[in-house]
């Protein structure tokens, strides 16, 4: 089909395009990043999601954009995920060296063993995260890290809310587990 062809989304619409790029580009990008761990492919899947948005603009309710983005960029990073995995079994010898840095700590009023500690701490929490199983990880990522609630969440993974509440436990205990002595219960 000829892009040029499709009907030019009525101006109502362009508007809210327009919000939700603004207000979930950060968080997608965010979110493809700790599931990806890789900063630059993130950037790429979250312009994919919002011009499968944009294609799709007449297809999804303004309500329903945040939840469908999600669903979309996860989409997309199991994907580049399942890749990866098919790259890997073909070039063992190959590691990636190219891993995301930590979230930049604001240090600014710190004294400089707080903000030594602060970035250790990080660097901590991301291994956590990381060390997640994809399945635990997309969970916790969408709940406690974006905020979305369990039947958002359960719409963007495809599964049941009970799956979701079952996975960001066990993805909490394992999290607890791996940052006990910094988790304060």
């Not at 089909?1 to 619409?13: E, G, I």
């Not at 979250?46 to 799709?56: E, I, K, M, N, V």
């Not at 007449?58 to 996860?74: D, G, S, T």
């Given at each position: 089909?000829?892009?040029?062809?499709?009907?030019?989304?009525?101006?109502?619409?362009l508007?809210?395009?327009?919000?939700?790029?603004?207000?979930?580009?950060?968080?997608?990008?965010?979110?493809?990043?700790?599931?990806?761990?890789?900063?630059?492919?993130?950037?790429?899947i979250?312009?994919?999601?919002?011009?499968?948005?944009?294609?799709?603009l007449?297809?999804?309710?303004?309500?329903?954009?945040?939840?469908?983005?999600?669903?979309?960029?996860?989409n997309?990073?199991?994907?580049?995920?399942?890749?990866?995995?098919?790259?890997?079994?073909?070039?063992?010898?190959?590691?990636?060296?190219?891993?995301?840095?930590?979230?930049?700590?604001?240090?600014?009023?710190?004294?400089?063993?707080?903000?030594?500690?602060?970035?250790?701490?990080?660097v901590?929490?991301?291994?956590?995260?990381e060390?997640?199983p994809?399945?635990?990880?997309?969970?916790?990522?969408?709940?406690?890290?974006?905020?979305?609630?369990?039947?958002?969440?359960?719409?963007?993974?495809n599964?049941?809310?009970?799956?979701?509440?079952?996975?960001?436990?066990r993805?909490?205990?394992?999290?607890?587990?791996?940052?006990?002595?910094?988790?304060?219960?």
């Open positions: 089909m000829n892009p040029s062809a499709q009907a030019q989304p009525d101006p109502l619409t508007a809210a395009f327009h919000r939700a790029l603004a207000e979930h580009a950060d968080g997608l990008k965010t979110f493809a990043t700790r599931l990806l761990r890789d900063a630059m492919a993130a950037e790429d979250a312009q994919d999601a919002f011009l499968a948005l944009y294609r799709h007449h297809e999804v309710p303004e309500n329903a954009f945040r939840p469908w983005l999600y669903r979309v960029a996860r997309f990073c199991l994907d580049q995920l399942r890749r990866r995995k098919f790259k890997l079994r073909l070039f063992r010898d190959v590691a990636r060296e190219d891993e995301p840095e930590p979230v930049p700590v604001d240090t600014r009023h710190d004294r400089p063993e707080d903000a030594a500690h602060a970035r250790e701490v990080q901590r929490i991301q291994a956590a995260i060390a997640l994809v399945r635990f990880r997309e969970a916790f990522l969408l709940c406690e890290m974006q905020g979305l609630s369990y039947e958002d969440a359960a719409a963007i993974l599964c049941p809310v009970k799956t979701v509440s079952t996975r960001l436990f993805a909490r205990q394992r999290f607890k587990e791996a940052l006990g002595d910094l988790i304060r219960v």
